[in-house]
């Protein structure tokens, strides 16, 4: 697969992982009483990639003894399925156990007063409604929906939450050793880790979602 991330990403993806031991945030989280995000809908078990269908497992049951605010980190076998995807000319990873399904974008989303900027809108699917994200302004990238060709969006397991991106890469297997994993929950709880080689960032689908459920940004 052809990366097109540059050493200016390694350093973008090295600070990320770096910050955490540094400053705290200063911004509180944004919040709109006046409207609802779209409720979860249960999703099919299949995973739609293109013109062909991957299964995908159930994800596990979250362990009632750990505590709301107690940060874990992704837990995946020895070996396991990533998809590769492009926003912006960079490659962000996610486990195939963390996706509900990929689809195309269409200009039919319904948008909403009063969201986070990087809210793009309520798109309606098989009868379902789900949050799509303007995944570029979510990370702060300096550049949004009305600069990027966005042709997907990917949801978030069982969630109502889907990253809207601009190329699929397709998917890979990859080692635990391949990881740079994160031991602490930092300011950017969404960041698992790095996938070495790649020099991507492999995101923390669980974590993503209770900050967008929050609305909060990538700084959480």
Not at 153 to 163: D, E, F, K, R, V
Not at 168 to 176: F, R, S, V
Request: with cysteine; glycine share 6%.
């Amino acid at each position: 697969m052809k990366n097109n991330n540059n050493d200016a990403m390694k350093n973008y993806f090295d600070s990320m992982l770096r910050s955490d031991d540094k400053a705290a945030l200063s911004e509180a989280p944004i919040t709109d009483n006046q409207s609802e995000f779209a409720e979860p809908n249960e999703l099919s078990e299949q995973l739609v990639f293109s013109s062909s269908t991957i299964n995908i497992q159930k994800e596990p049951e979250i362990n009632s003894a750990v505590k709301e605010d107690e940060w874990q980190n992704l837990v995946v076998e020895d070996q396991f399925q990533v998809l590769f995807f492009e926003l912006n000319h960079i490659t962000f990873a996610i486990p195939l156990t963390d996706l509900g399904g990929i689809y195309h974008l269409t200009d039919s989303l319904n948008f909403l007063m009063g969201k986070p900027a990087w809210f793009r809108g309520v798109m309606k699917h098989n009868d379902r409604l789900y949050n799509i994200v303007d995944t570029s302004s979510w990370l702060q990238l300096g550049r949004n929906a009305t600069d990027l060709n966005y042709t997907y969006y990917i949801l978030l397991g069982g969630t109502a939450w889907g990253l809207s991106c601009e190329k699929l890469l397709g998917t890979e297997n990859l080692n635990k050793d391949q990881i740079r994993w994160r031991d602490k929950k930092g300011s950017r709880p969404w960041l698992a880790g790095m996938v070495k080689q790649k020099m991507c960032a492999l995101i923390h689908a669980e974590e993503l979602v209770k900050l967008l459920d929050q609305g909060m940004d990538i700084r959480g």
